[in-house]
């Protein structure tokens, strides 16, 4: 049933298959969309629609898990002295990866031709983001469409701008590598206490818990399996299936030295280790890497957060009484 006739009372007319088409900013194309945190938005001039809020904080309750704020320390984080603690406000991050399913609507929104998605740097390259037979969209694709039978499987061929450009689209951002390791690491235990942990289901490495190289098919699998590898509160593989780009610089340093490597070109940080990561010791929640931002390899893609304060409040229930 579509938002308006949930709102109105009129009986739902039947819902047609496929995605909204571009330029469509209509309310039910955005929830179809998965663009609930657009209408979530709390800068925009409708917040003020306790049902539409209701309807679009249950979409992102169903698909994002809240992290609550805390203090932050990492032992292997460049940008802050080592040992410092950092306070996280809270925010909320997608259950699972992006989808190649999600992704397709973003491709079929006209999204690589939405100018104000891309940072103006980038416009030369657009171009260049073309899958297998020149049309827009993630490297492995062709005629613009997924591989068959990978509509759940993580997007991956796609760059750290192409990640960024989609989680704009959705009215979400993507996570920094300090808001992906909280996330990975902050409760330990079904109850959500204890102290930080090496991976999000405890401090020993379990292969049967993530898509590694140690015990998975060699190749990425549907984004919502490996329960048991996933965190309390309900975050799927944020080990193993895919490397996921965040929103930090990618920076290496000698040991506890201070010195900083430099890199021969700029790279976007990258976590969480992959189908193919053969070395356990990086498919942890602190292990950090990076890739160019150009980069649109197999094995990488991403999941998107957005900050709890800049959501529209919850309806009061009180509202529908």
């Given at each position: 049933m579509g938002l308006r006739s949930m709102?109105?009372?009129?009986?739902?007319?039947p819902e047609k298959p496929g995605t909204a088409g571009p330029g469509d900013r209509s309310v039910d194309a955005m929830l179809a969309d998965k663009r609930y945190c657009v209408l979530l938005d709390k800068e925009r001039d409708d917040t003020g629609d306790e049902r539409l809020l209701a309807i679009a904080w249950l979409a992102l309750e169903e698909h994002m898990s809240m992290v609550p704020g805390g203090e932050f320390v990492s032992s292997a984080r460049p940008e802050t002295d080592v040992g410092a603690a950092a306070f996280l406000p809270s925010f909320y991050l997608d259950r699972c990866a992006v989808t190649n399913a999600d992704y397709a609507r973003f491709v079929a929104d006209g999204g690589y031709s939405q100018t104000d998605l891309w940072p103006r740097e980038v416009w030369p390259k657009l171009l260049q983001f073309v899958?297998?037979?020149?049309?827009?969209g993630?490297?492995?694709w062709a005629n613009g469409k997924p591989p068959r039978k990978s509509e759940r499987h993580p997007v991956v061929g796609i760059?750290?701008?192409e990640a960024n450009a989609y989680a704009r689209w959705a009215g979400k951002r993507l996570p920094t590598g300090a808001e992906w390791e909280q996330a990975s690491s902050w409760c330990s235990g079904k109850d959500g206490r204890g102290?930080?942990?090496?991976?999000?289901w405890g401090n020993s490495f379990d292969p049967a818990r993530a898509n590694t190289w140690s015990a998975g098919p060699g190749?990425?699998?549907?984004v919502d399996e490996y329960y048991e590898g996933s965190t309390p509160n309900g975050i799927f593989q944020l080990i193993g299936n895919v490397w996921e780009w965040v929103a930090s610089a990618y920076e290496c340093q000698m040991g506890d030295s201070g010195y900083r490597i430099m890199m021969e070109q700029p790279m976007a940080e990258i976590r969480g280790g992959a189908f193919d990561t053969y070395f356990e010791s990086q498919a942890t929640c602190a292990f950090r890497t990076g890739q160019p931002f150009l980069y649109r390899g197999r094995n990488v893609g991403f999941r998107c957060c957005v900050s709890a304060d800049a959501l529209a409040?919850?309806?009061n229930p009180a509202a529908f009484l």
């Open positions: 709102l109105s009372g009129a009986p739902a007319a899958d297998a037979t020149g049309n827009p993630p490297r492995f760059c750290w701008f102290s930080r942990v090496k991976y999000p190749e990425t699998v549907p409040s919850p309806p």
